[in-house]
């Protein structure tokens, strides 16, 4: 089993939609988590921590169920410029300090 | 600011020449820098982690004497790929991690290695 799991996609949208993405963890011990976004041929960039009582940024809403290990991305009123690929990234081991594990990624299209 | 630079972005080779590839924090003092190597397609693998002044961490599976790995200054990393065949063709990132910041990475641009 992946220590973090995504369902790859793609995810192909209109303009407008909302989309959620999930992602499930496997090391109940992850004390970290995040979002990121990465464009094609790039590197990936931070798009938001993960906080436990749930977070939003804009259209943007990341939540944590530290019991199902589960965490999720809610992107509201896509826009064209959302398409990418998104990472869930987990803290590996806090002990260890800040080592992300990152997941396969999702791929998000939106379409005109 | 926190900028990662990496060079070169792209490069082709032949097969069984060694490829250097950089990472530099250009604002900051990197106490720890990670590479990571990405397949089409796949997720980013975590292939070590180097700390300023001492020997790199290799994860479970990267051969540490393929990929040499040289963090000689707060600023820079290096990455060699020793004797490259095509199936070491990847993107690789590295990342770097400030001494007091440390929930936080910083990526680099990432190198496209080409093997032929």
């Known amino acids: 089993r992946k220590e973090v799991e995504q369902d790859p996609g793609p995810f192909n949208v209109p303009e407008g939609a909302t989309v959620a993405f999930n992602c499930t963890y496997s090391n109940s011990a992850s004390q970290s988590f995040f979002w990121y976004r990465q464009d094609c041929r790039k590197e990936p960039k931070l798009l938001m921590s993960v906080y436990s009582s749930g977070n939003e940024d804009g259209r943007f809403t990341a939540q944590l169920n530290r019991a199902s290990q589960y965490i999720s991305l809610l992107i509201r009123d896509s826009k064209l410029s959302d398409s990418a690929t998104y990472l869930c990234v987990v803290n590996k081991d806090n002990n260890a300090g800040n080592m992300l594990t990152f997941g396969g990624g999702t791929r998000l299209m939106v379409k005109p | 600011g926190a900028v990662v630079s990496q060079h070169p972005s792209r490069v082709i080779c032949k097969s069984g020449t060694s490829v250097k590839i950089e990472c530099r924090s250009l604002d900051f003092q990197a106490t720890t820098m990670f590479w990571y190597r990405q397949f089409p397609k796949q997720s980013l693998m975590l292939m070590a982690t180097?700390?300023?002044?001492?020997?790199?961490?290799?994860e479970q599976g990267v051969e540490k004497d393929k990929f040499l790995i040289n963090h000689a200054s707060l600023t820079l990393s290096t990455l060699t790929v020793t004797s490259a065949h095509p199936e070491d063709s990847s993107f690789y990132i590295c990342s770097a991690r400030k001494r007091d910041r440390v929930s936080e990475q910083y990526f680099g641009p990432g190198t496209r290695l080409t093997v032929t």
């Open positions: 180097s700390n300023e002044g001492s020997k790199a961490t290799y």
